[in-house]
Each structure stands twice: as structure tokens, then as C-alpha cells.
T-cell receptor
Framework: AQKVTQAQTEISVVEKEDVTLDCVYETRDTTYYLFWYKQPPSGELVFLIRRNSFDEQNEISGRYSWNFQKSTSSFNFTITASQVVDSAVYFCALEGGNNRLAFGKGNQVVVIP | DTEVTQTPKHLVMGMTNKKSLKCEQHMGHRAMYWYKQKAKKPPELMFV???????INESVPSRFSPECPNSSLLNLHLHALQPEDSALYLCASSPLGGPKGGGQPQHFGDGTRLSIL
């Protein structure tokens, strides 16, 4: 069975501060995929990044960066210099051999202007 | 704008009504999904279609009936719903990838906000 834990429920930051979202996962599969999605109030889930279990390279995309560490089963997400438009719910998700996405409970990020 | 289009955006229906939710994508994806999402919860998978055939049904009650008429369209037919079925219904699509078909990012629509009176 796959399990994803996002411990922080709601995180409030002042604009321009950095915010890091923690994601810890559990799986017995040797091949699996990790994802982050953003869900703004409009409802659509927006795909942000995918990592497979064999690729531990960290990634930076603009103000977003991801730190994947297999040793600690974590796939953390950092937003640098947060903006009001970053206010959303962020979901970490895992897909293993059952071809189903297991979502974490999500992190509600509130960026205060 | 999302590449997965869902209609209607909002739907209010009584428990005896029959209605349908529609989803369309033109990205050539051969996997399509229905999810149900309650407030402040993650999406829950309901159905998966692969190559227009139902491949996963997560023990969804029969009052929800999916249909995939072609590779671009996905419907969810609703009948005799209960108040607890009120939720955001999300459609998604993805390419089919790898020997087991997994690992591809799913592209989501804006969803249909369904309220059952």
C-alpha cells in the first residue's frame, strides 16, 4: 500500500518569505513516481513536478524547488520569495505499481500581502 | 485555461433527478479518470478508463455510472444521488506510459461542484 504524509495542514507566510512543504511517503514498490500538484480556489489541480524513484536529482523551476531524498523517503517542496498568487492547497502524491495516485492530505498555503 | 474541459461547472439536483457530468480533452491522452473531492480533503479516485475501457472501479455505488464514448470524452451519469454525494467532481486525463501504464502526470479539469438537495 502507498501512503503519503503531509504533516502541516495550514501554513501562513508573509509575502516574500520562503515556505517549505514536507512530504514523507511509504511504499514497498521499487519503481514509483512522486508528484506535486497545486490546487487554487478555482478547483483545478495543476501539475507541478514528477520524479521517478531512480532520479534523486533536485530540481529548481523559477521560485519553486524540490528536494528528493530516498534515504528519508521525503520529497519536499520549497517556494522562494512567496507571492499572493501562491496561495493554494498543495498536494504531494505517489503512484506505485497499482497505477493509482495516493494523495497526501494537502497543505493550505496562505500568503499574506 | 485548462486543457481538460468539464461541464457544467455547477450543478444542483434533487435526489430523484438524473443528470450527467461531461469531460472532454483533445491532448490525445488514452487514460481518463473521475475523482470525487470533499471540502478540505484530497481527491478520491472513482474510475479509470484506459483505451476507452473501464480499467478501475473503486467500488463506487451504482448510482454513479461512467461512460467513455470515445477517446476524447468521458461522462459520469448520476441517478438517485444522496446528500453525501455533494462534492467537487474532477476529471483528469493522462498519456499511458511504461509497461504498466503508470507514471504519467494527470491533467485535471476545473471540476463540477455538485450539490444534492
Amino acid at each position: 500500500a502507498q501512503k503519503v504524509t503531509q504533516a502541516q495542514t495550514e501554513i501562513s507566510v508573509v509575502e516574500k518569505e520562503d515556505v517549505t512543504l514536507d512530504c514523507v511517503y511509504e511504499t514497498r514498490d521499487t519503481t514509483y513516481y512522486l508528484f506535486w500538484y497545486k490546487q487554487p480556489p478555482s478547483g483545478e489541480l495543476v501539475f507541478l513536478i514528477r520524479r521517478n524513484s531512480f532520479d534523486e536529482q533536485n530540481e529548481i523551476s523559477g521560485r519553486y524547488s524540490w528536494n528528493f531524498q530516498k534515504s528519508t523517503s521525503s520529497f519536499n517542496f520549497t517556494i522562494t520569495a512567496s507571492q499572493v498568487v501562491d496561495s493554494a492547497v498543495y498536494f504531494c502524491a505517489l503512484e506505485g505499481g497499482n497505477n493509482r495516485l495516493a494523495f497526501g492530505k494537502g497543505n493550505q498555503v496562505v500568503v499574506i500581502p | 485555461d485548462t486543457e481538460v474541459t468539464q461541464t457544467p461547472k455547477h450543478l444542483v439536483m434533487g435526489m430523484t433527478n438524473k443528470k450527467s457530468l461531461k469531460c472532454e480533452q483533445h491532448m490525445g491522452h488514452r487514460a481518463m479518470y473521475w475523482y470525487k473531492q470533499k471540502a478540505k480533503k484530497p481527491p478520491e479516485l472513482m474510475f479509470v478508463y484506459s483505451y476507452e475501457k473501464l480499467s478501475i472501479n473503486e467500488s463506487v455505488p451504482s448510482r454513479f455510472s461512467p461512460e467513455c464514448p470515445n477517446s476524447s470524452l468521458l461522462n459520469l451519469h448520476l441517478h438517485a444521488l444522496q446528500p453525501e454525494d455533494s462534492a467537487l467532481y474532477l476529471c483528469a486525463s493522462s498519456p499511458l506510459g511504461g509497461p504498466k501504464g503508470g507514471g504519467q502526470p494527470q491533467h485535471f479539469g476545473d471540476g463540477t461542484r455538485l450539490s444534492i438537495l
